[in-house]
């Protein structure tokens, strides 16, 4: 069974801050993907990660994926309250498999 | 363009009863998946389907079942109903059919209270 653990659980943070949010695992992936979840809502999906070593960015978010394709990171610069929501990491193992989630870091910033 | 849909939003439940949710897929996506998110967790996969065929099925009692219809929207099934079953249930779609993990567009949910 792969597993994605994420850290923190939990971070609440000033409006213009920076931060950084982990998401590991001691299994390879062939592809890892970030999604963002508001309160009511479903994912959406931010990036797509594939080669190892990679980092895309996307405004003030910066994805990074592991050389080993093992983990990943999302840096987002100057926090804004706009950020607040629970921010999912996603990989797939390759083959034929599902998507496997990890548990989420829930982001609050604060004006 | 419409993105995924799901019906009803919230339903609430009596254990022992049976439940359908529903799902239509963003517009030319063929294949759609469930997911089960329980409260403090990532989504989980239940179901994909492709072409009104199970593709893959994750590790879920068989009172969980779908079908998909030639119009590509889908039907969950949840049988003999738990507490434990109480979840927020995502459909997403799919434009790629190749494999299971690819990339998905998630509806806004169905969220399943069972009493």
């Known amino acids: 069974t792969q597993l994605l653990e994420q850290s923190p659980q939990f971070l609440s943070i000033q409006e213009g801050e920076n931060l950084t949010v982990y998401c590991n695992s001691s299994?390879?992936?062939?592809?890892l993907q970030w999604y963002r979840q508001e309160p009511g809502e479903g994912p959406v999906l931010l990036v797509t990660?594939?080669?190892?070593?990679e980092v895309k960015k996307l405004k003030r978010l910066t994805f990074q994926f592991g050389d080993a394709r093992k983990d990943s990171s999302l840096h987002i610069t100057a926090a804004q309250p706009g950020d607040t929501g629970l921010y999912l990491c996603?990989?797939?193992?390759?083959?034929?498999?599902?998507?496997?989630f990890g548990k989420g870091t829930r982001l609050s910033v604060i004006a | 363009d419409a993105g995924v849909t799901q019906s009803p939003t919230h339903l609430i439940k009596t254990r022992g009863q049976q439940v359908t949710l529903r799902c239509s897929p963003i517009?030319?996506?063929?294949?759609v998946s469930w997911y089960q998110q329980v409260l403090g967790q990532g989504p989980q996969f239940i179901f994909q389907?492709?072409?009104?065929?199970?593709?893959g099925r994750g590790n879920f009692p068989d009172r969980f079942s779908a079908r998909q219809f030639p119009n590509y929207s889908s039907e969950l099934n949840v049988n003999a109903l738990l507490l434990g079953d109480s979840a927020l249930y995502l459909c997403?779609?799919?434009?790629?059919?190749?494999?299971?993990?690819?990339?998905?567009?998630f509806g806004p949910g169905t969220r399943l209270l069972v009493l």
């Open positions: 997403a779609s799919s434009l790629d059919v190749r494999t299971l993990g690819a990339t998905q567009y």
């Open positions: 299994s390879v992936f062939s592809s």
């Open positions: 990660v594939v080669t190892g070593g």
């Open positions: 996603a990989g797939v193992a390759g083959g034929n498999t599902p998507l496997v």
């Open positions: 517009s030319g996506h063929k294949s």
């Open positions: 389907y492709y072409e009104k065929e199970e593709r």
